[in-house]
Nanobody
Framework: QVQLVESGGGLVQAGGSLRLSCAAS????????YAWFRQTPGTERDFVAS????????GYADSIKGRFTISRDNAKNTLYLQMNNLKPEDTAVYYC???????????????WGQGTQVTVSS
């Protein structure tokens, strides 16, 4: 099992940057694929980015490609999402998730953090 705790959300102006963190723990957590999703009230939870912990293979949604970067720190057991050039449409609750195989669908992931709010003002 994997436990996930997100942090780093906040208020930022359009064009600014934030770095979200997701602390991972549990047995064999390094065997999993991790991903960031985001959701606004009344909408579906959408894929943002993913990474395999061991190999570092990444994938990104088209909407954020070139602006966001997913990474992990093996020493700190922490997943990151570096968000640059933020836009108002990036406002959402951001969630960290984990599964055993690569996937970009919310249905594939069975381990979830509690989410961290990101608000981008214009």
């Amino acid at each position: 099992q994997v436990q996930l705790v997100e942090s780093g959300g906040g208020l930022v102006q359009a064009g600014g940057s934030l770095r979200l963190s997701c602390a991972a723990s549990g047995r064999a957590f390094s065997s999993y694929t991790y991903a960031w999703f985001r959701q606004t009230p009344g909408t579906e939870r959408d894929f943002v980015a993913s990474i395999t912990w061991r190999g570092g293979s990444t994938g990104y949604a088209d909407s954020i490609k070139g602006r966001f970067t997913i990474s992990r720190d093996n020493a700190k057991n922490t997943l990151y999402l570096q968000m640059n050039n933020l836009k108002p449409e990036d406002t959402a609750v951001y969630y960290c998730a984990a599964r055993l195989q690569f996937c970009q669908s919310v249905s594939c992931y069975n381990y979830w953090g509690q989410g961290t709010q990101v608000t981008v003002s214009s």
